[in-house]
């Protein structure tokens, strides 16, 4: 199947500080990405889907301006964490597909953990 | 709203000893189902999809699953694990309004060599 690609795979960070996620598909053009996030036995929840040139869609509940989505590219996505707390430590995967109707494939996921 | 429920929260079982593992969702459109396995540090992987067709699904490494549509089910089924199977499973519908997949909470399964 296709690859997506997420990096980092891990990040330790400071309360109030901001980080960067990003997804990357390798072998062909997404169309969408998802960004779900998952808490210790929990399901994956999505948080927001975006499409390659406008603006995301964020689930209910999900602040935006927190959680800065840029869809760019055919080929990438970034999911900005802004102004880190501990309780958005969690596990953050992304998952992009081609087209309508299509599979979605998944990035590896990332940990992240604000302390 | 449409809803994914996975009733078991964490299975173990001897090497050859057989799986079954139950999904159950809540969606009232045309279904498509899917199967997924993490294994330790590895991404999500699709292990079967249903979109239509025969209920009776063939996925990799040996996984099948059946769709009961009467019972909105679609339990995932191996006849012998090994202890490589030992993985967490999700269950998923595409349920959501932006066409994203919703996720049943995972079944974590530990297969003793």
């Known amino acids: 199947g296709a690859v997506v690609s997420q990096h980092p795979s891990r990040v330790i960070c400071k309360s109030g500080t901001s980080v960067k996620i990003e997804c990357r598909s390798l072998?062909?053009?997404?169309?969408?990405m998802f960004w779900y996030r998952q808490f210790p036995k929990q399901s994956l929840m999505l948080m927001a889907t975006?499409?390659?040139?406008?603006?995301?869609?964020?689930e209910q509940g999900v602040e935006k301006d927190k959680f800065l989505i840029n869809h760019a590219s055919l080929t990438l996505s970034t999911l900005t964490v802004t102004s880190a707390h501990p309780e958005d430590s969690s596990f953050y995967i992304c998952?992009?597909?081609?087209?309508?109707?299509?599979?979605?494939?998944f990035g590896q996921g990332t940990r992240l953990t604000v302390v | 709203a449409q809803s994914v429920s996975q009733h078991n929260h964490h299975v173990i079982l001897s090497e050859a000893a057989s799986l079954e593992l139950g999904c159950n969702y809540s969606?009232?459109?045309?279904?498509?189902l899917f199967w997924y396995v993490q294994y330790p540090g590895q991404h999500l992987q699709l292990l079967l999809k249903?979109?239509?067709?025969?209920?009776l699904v063939k996925g990799i490494k040996g996984f099948e699953a059946e769709f009961i549509k009467s019972k909105f089910s679609f339990n995932l089924r191996k006849p012998s694990v090994q202890w490589s199977d030992t993985a967490e499973y999700f269950c998923?519908?595409?349920?959501?309004?932006?066409?994203?997949?919703?996720f049943g909470k995972g079944t974590k399964l530990s297969v003793k060599p």
């Open positions: 998952s992009a597909r081609q087209g309508d109707h299509t599979e979605a494939f």
């Open positions: 072998d062909f053009q997404a169309t969408t």
């Open positions: 975006s499409n390659e040139g406008s603006k995301a869609t964020y």
């Open positions: 969606y009232g459109g045309t279904v498509n």
């Open positions: 249903y979109f239509s067709g025969d209920p």
């Open positions: 998923a519908v595409n349920g959501g309004s932006q066409g994203n997949l919703i």
